[in-house]
């Protein structure tokens, strides 16, 4: 009897380690996505964009060599030459967006603004997308020139480069949820390319659930002085913009915390984590704001649709090389040139982008909806909803920080089909809490924070 209970009691407690064992903490395959990206293959392709000799958005359109439209095309046939290389695995369009003149604007005459999108469909939530993006057009001093020669070297040949690079190596896996490679339009002009997809993409029901605006991630010498190829940026805003009119939502945060919490926040502190676990020698900034000090760039018409998105570039920018006409003045030379791209640094941030879509790709859904309790309390309780997904789940995590910390410090595995937890002993008014899906080969969504309290008297 007494060998009898002993065996059950050694089956049961292995029952249980089987149970709340969590997944692997790394997937192998980011580690070989991170490095895959080729600096020579993103030397070419922004090669090729920058002999286009303009490609404003006012540009030439009918031309096979220069303006927009010539570049337009290239990009939409390389994707194409991108899948039949994998079989057919991408579907690409044109995305259009009228945009009617205004003689206050920097579109003074009606213009087609037009996007080139390729979708690597995901085999399980195919309705589920990360997105990668970079900008196609380029401009000299004077926004409203359409012929002068503007290379666009780093702004933003880099960030097309890197998204036509991250495509030939993603698609060369399958994952469970859907990649979109996008080239976005008349960002110079007015961030319209991004108005028109945001819109586009709530038209066609897509669950859209993070950008990746990738504006210059080639150049290392910056105005500051500074050669840095080791760091990069992350920007992101706090929460959505519509949140501020939402008095219920101020009262939230006000009350419970979440100023720094919003989604693209989260997705940000995503990038941050994949950076530091599959990347070498390459320290992510994560900067608390939109955008550089009063601008903007391609993921804020995303933000202002309340879809997440978040801005990639390099740490160290030169203005010389911005929005310049080719000059010599004062014996500086002007001008976004090809010379001024470093390769092998683009490549890195494309693994960056890389590692940051196929993990995102590859795991569950978010939790859509989580709450918490532990009010006067020596204890902090989370609930949450499972995710409408066909990925399979292995458990969510229930993460903790400080509430000055920048990022998740403290995490604890929940099995499937557990929706509630209790940090025993943790309380709720020292830290900040959310939580995440798991899939079975260890990739995480994002981080959700609460957004409501546990209802009274629920178990």
Request: aromatic fraction near 10%; hydrophobic fraction near 35%.
């Amino acid at each position: 009897m007494q060998y009898y209970l002993s065996t059950v009691l050694l089956l049961v407690t292995s029952l249980a380690s089987a149970q709340i064992t969590p997944p692997p903490a790394a997937d192998p395959r980011l580690y070989a996505i991170a490095e895959a990206p080729d600096p020579a293959r993103i030397e070419a392709d922004v090669t090729t964009l920058v002999n286009f000799g303009t490609r404003h958005t006012l540009s030439d359109t009918t031309s096979d060599t220069r303006g927009i439209g010539a570049a337009r095309r290239w990009v939409y046939a390389e994707f194409e030459r991108i899948s039949a290389a994998c079989g057919g695995c991408l579907e690409v369009m044109y995305q259009r967006n009228l945009v009617e003149g205004d003689p206050e604007s920097r579109i003074q005459e009606d213009t087609w603004v037009v996007n080139v999108i390729a979708v690597q469909r995901g085999t399980r939530d195919p309705n589920r997308f990360i997105m990668m993006s970079g900008d196609i057009d380029s401009r000299v001093s004077d926004p409203l020139d359409s012929t002068s020669d503007s290379p666009g070297a780093n702004d933003n040949a880099s960030g097309m480069a890197g998204a036509l690079e991250a495509a030939r190596v993603l698609t060369q896996y399958e994952f469970p949820g859907s990649i979109l490679y996008v080239g976005l339009s008349g960002e110079e002009q007015g961030l319209f390319g991004g108005k028109g997809m945001a819109n586009w993409v709530q038209e066609q029901g897509w669950n859209l659930t993070g950008v990746l605006n990738n504006d210059m991630i080639g150049n290392i010498t910056g105005v500051d002085g500074v050669t840095d190829n080791t760091s990069f940026r992350i920007f992101s805003e706090p929460y959505y913009p519509d949140d501020v009119e939402d008095e219920r939502k101020n009262i939230y945060r006000r009350f419970f915390g979440g100023e720094v919490d919003g989604p693209s926040r989260q997705l940000a502190r995503y990038i941050e984590r994949q950076t530091r676990q599959y990347a070498t020698n390459l320290e992510p900034m994560m900067v608390y704001r939109l955008d550089r000090f009063g601008r903007g760039g391609h993921h804020r018409p995303f933000n202002d649709a309340n879809m997440p998105g978040v801005r990639i570039m390099e740490t160290h920018e030169n203005y010389t090389q911005q929005h310049q006409d080719l000059r010599t003045e004062d014996g500086i030379e002007y001008g976004d040139k090809l010379e001024h791209v470093n390769f092998p640094y683009a490549a890195k941030l494309t693994g960056v982008n890389a590692i940051t879509l196929a993990g995102l790709a590859a795991a569950p859904a978010a939790p859509p909806l989580v709450m918490i309790g532990g009010a006067v309390e020596p204890s902090t309780r989370l609930r949450w909803e499972a995710p409408q997904t066909d990925t399979p789940i292995a458990g969510y995590y229930v993460h903790w920080r400080l509430t000055t910390a920048p990022q998740w410090t403290h995490k604890r595995f929940v099995p499937t089909g557990q929706l509630d937890y209790t940090l025993e002993n943790i309380v709720v008014d020292n830290y900040f809490f959310g939580v995440s899906s798991v899939g079975e080969d260890g990739n995480e969504s994002v981080v959700v924070f609460p957004s409501t309290l546990i209802p009274r008297g629920t178990k």
